[in-house]
């Protein structure tokens, strides 16, 4: 017999139109028939069989923790009652209920409350017109960024995700938003085609804010394409060089940047009067134009010149006075990087909004290495503020870390979000690439076992995490067991384990092997702008500073000189990688494989890639240290040990480069300019083996400039000076 359920809910607000949608679904895959009615027409006694939504606005006056986005659920038999304090409450109360309904049964709803943890909870998106590098992330995703089925599968899947705040990035989109009175030969398109962009843009902000996701534009300063300098009477030679070709393609024109052109320009750029109004001009039309888009974003570096006083000066005569001739102070950030919170703080102090930012890289670019991460210390990131019970920070959390498998461990991000939570300042994060974009599935193959279309779907475990433990903190771990179950069918319960072990390898990696930002480092394929990483690179690289994790080098010199070492050593990662290769072998032997198919398939090729890549570090680090080893006390021992470990690198390598070609495609990427795939860097593993049998009788460099002439002990013996 199939059971019913009564709905009463208030019509009319569109975030609860969706959150009831979700619910009904749920109900309808458990067999459970919804009766939908206006919260008016329901009884002073409920019936025993319902679900009401009401509202509690008051409550907010009376409970300063609770916002908008704050629900509370009771029971009492049969019938629910959802509390909420506002629409985006409501909506998320009802996609609570429609989970718990789906995965457990209507019989498991129970009385809970929900309160933010964090207040802000956003994603990075780099948006692929003016990148900041050009790649195919971004020139095989023009199409998709501009496809509203794109546009709204995306934040749908925000909304479900518990995100509230969409942050696009770009170097200077702004002609493709609108034209400008004062400069209007800076738009290279026509009366028609600025209509088309303008209705497109307004779609994706107008979207957003129906499901309750606020939508930021994130812009470097004085980059300017080459069109739009020209558009201003100016040689186009001192723009970045953005070239259009007959297909509408917009991008770096890398021959012309790498020859040093543009940046020739750069001070030219930053003292044209002209340029700062341009920029201003924009910024004003921006803000007046979409009356849907919450805030704006910039910083004081990149490519401009000066010390960072005079850097902050330019926005604020730009941006600031920007906002303040449109009377609309809406929301602003103001980023660190290459400046100061100090400096960013009196910036703030003049923008006409209350509702502003400062942008802090929380964990630089690897947020997959501690749950603790302590750039703020490392960096002195507040000292010099004046108001620290004012300080209002957003965290850029960047995954440089790996695009390509998937990744799942729910311990690690519920502790990294408490860990942000701690600090009273912080009101929240955006994460996201810096050098990818979540669009298109470019990388896998169009067929076989892909059933999926967008990036974002194949990571929905990654996005669903740093969402949901954004905003609850105690969400149960059988939830995401039982999501598998689902999705994978019977062998659910040992693919959740197995991807939860294999998650744990590249936060092992990055604590011992650290370069902070992402053009310097990809664990998952050991590509840089400076090629392939090999084991001299591991040898002389430093760990992840104020971690706790004791580097390569480090340990070997307290290890010969009988000293104790406190910490997390080499060994003790080693042996970490070791325990993990162990258990995704017993996990991957457990499989039911004739009953695997579809997205389970890819699943499994991802587990074996992880399982030989993992092996491939274990090996690595272990030859490194032998090397360590060997420089310190001239003991061939070493060298046997090392070449023997470089011997054993190269079948994992090749296994992993077949197991990733029986799915994905090769790929250029953006930040480290080359590309990307297993197979091709074969010959630089093999090449370990001839590194450790010459060491020290060859002068060895690291491949990395900074570290070579930064971080190095310069007078190491294998050290070319």
Not at 282 to 287: E, G, R, V
Not at 622 to 642: P, Q, S, V
């Amino acid at each position: 017999m199939e059971k019913s359920i009564v709905l009463y809910y208030s019509t009319g607000s569109e975030m609860l139109s969706f959150g009831v949608r979700e619910l009904i679904s749920a109900c309808g895959r458990q067999g459970i028939n919804v009766i939908t009615d206006n919260i008016a027409n329901c009884p002073p006694i409920p019936p025993r069989q319902c679900i009401r939504v009401t509202f509690d606005e008051y409550a907010i006056l009376f409970n300063p923790k609770m916002n908008q986005e704050c629900y509370d659920i009771q029971r009492n038999g049969n019938s629910v009652t959802l509390r909420c304090s506002g629409e985006a409450g409501a909506m998320y109360g009802l996609l609570d209920l429609a989970e718990t309904i789906d995965y457990f049964g209507y019989d498991a709803i129970t009385d809970k409350s929900v309160e933010p943890v964090l207040e802000k909870r956003g994603l990075k998106f780099n948006i692929p017109f003016e990148p900041l590098e050009n790649g195919d992330p971004f020139e095989k995703n023009i199409g998709t960024f501009f496809s509203r089925d794109f546009w709204r599968d995306y934040i749908d899947m925000m909304a479900k995700n518990r995100y509230n705040m969409l942050s696009l990035w770009s170097e200077h989109p702004y002609h493709l938003m609108f034209r400008l009175g004062k400069y209007p030969d800076t738009c290279p398109f026509d009366d028609q085609e600025m209509e088309w962009y303008k209705e497109f843009w307004s779609f994706i902000f107008g979207y957003a804010k129906i499901r309750n996701v606020k939508i930021y534009i994130i812009t470097w300063n004085i980059r300017l394409p080459g069109f739009a300098a020209k558009g201003l009477g100016l040689p186009e030679i001192i723009g970045n060089h953005t070239q259009y070709d007959n297909n509408g393609y917009y991008g770096r024109n890398d021959a012309l940047r790498s020859g040093g052109y543009g940046a020739k320009f750069d001070n030219v750029r930053q003292t044209l009067p002209v340029v700062q109004d341009y920029i201003k001009e924009c910024i004003k039309t921006l803000i007046l134009e979409y009356p849907d888009l919450a805030g704006i974003g910039t910083n004081c570096a990149e490519e401009m010149v000066g010390n960072a006083q005079v850097r902050q000066q330019w926005v604020e005569e730009a941006y600031v006075a920007a906002l303040k001739e449109t009377g609309r102070p809406i929301s602003f950030i103001m980023r660190t990087n290459m400046g100061s919170g100090a400096l960013a703080e009196d910036f703030l102090t003049r923008c006409p909004g209350d509702d502003n930012y400062i942008s802090w890289k929380y964990s630089v670019a690897h947020m997959y290495s501690s749950t603790r991460p302590r750039f703020e210390e490392f960096s002195h990131a507040w000292d010099n503020i004046k108001h620290p019970e004012k300080l209002n920070v957003l965290f850029t959390i960047r995954n440089d870390d790996f695009n390509t498998f998937r990744w799942g461990d729910c311990d690690f991000i519920k502790k990294y979000m408490e860990t942000i939570a701690e600090k009273s300042y912080c009101k929240g994060y955006y994460w996201g690439c810096d050098g990818y974009l979540y669009g298109d599935d470019f990388q896998h193959v169009p067929h076989g076992h892909k059933t999926w279309k967008y990036d974002f779907e194949r990571h929905w475990q990654e996005f669903e995490l740093l969402g949901r433990f954004g905003y609850e903190a105690d969400i149960p771990e059988e939830l995401w067991v039982r999501k598998f179950i689902r999705r994978y069918g019977e062998n659910g319960q040992v693919l959740y384990n197995a991807l939860k072990e294999a998650s744990r390898l590249i936060p092992y990696v990055n604590r011992l092997h650290w370069l902070d930002v992402d053009f310097r480092w990809h664990p998952e394929c050991l590509l840089s702008k400076y090629g392939f990483k090999n084991v001299i690179d591991t040898l002389y690289n430093p760990s992840m500073p104020l971690s706790g994790t004791v580097s390569i080098r480090d340990f070997a010199k307290a290890e010969a000189a009988g000293e104790a070492v406190t910490g997390e050593t080499p060994l003790n990662i080693i042996s970490a990688l070791s325990d993990i290769e162990v258990k995704l072998d017993e996990y991957l032997r457990s499989l039911d494989l004739p009953h695997v198919h579809g997205e389970g398939e890819c699943l499994i090729w991802d587990l074996h890639c992880w399982r030989q890549l993992c092996e491939f570090y274990r090996h690595r680090f272990t030859g490194a240290l032998e090397l360590a080893r060997l420089e310190l006390t001239g003991d061939e021992t070493h060298r046997t040990n090392a070449v023997e470990c470089m011997n054993k690198e190269v079948p994992c390598w090749k296994l992993l480069a077949e197991y990733w070609s029986r799915h994905y495609m090769n790929y250029k990427m953006t930040r480290t300019q080359h590309y990307f795939g297993y197979g091709l860097y074969i010959k630089d593993v093999e090449r370990d083996r001839e590194f450790a049998e010459a060491f020290g009788k060859v002068r060895f460099e690291p491949s990395d400039l900074i570290l070579r002439h930064g971080i190095m002990d310069t007078q190491s013996p294998n050290m070319a000076l």
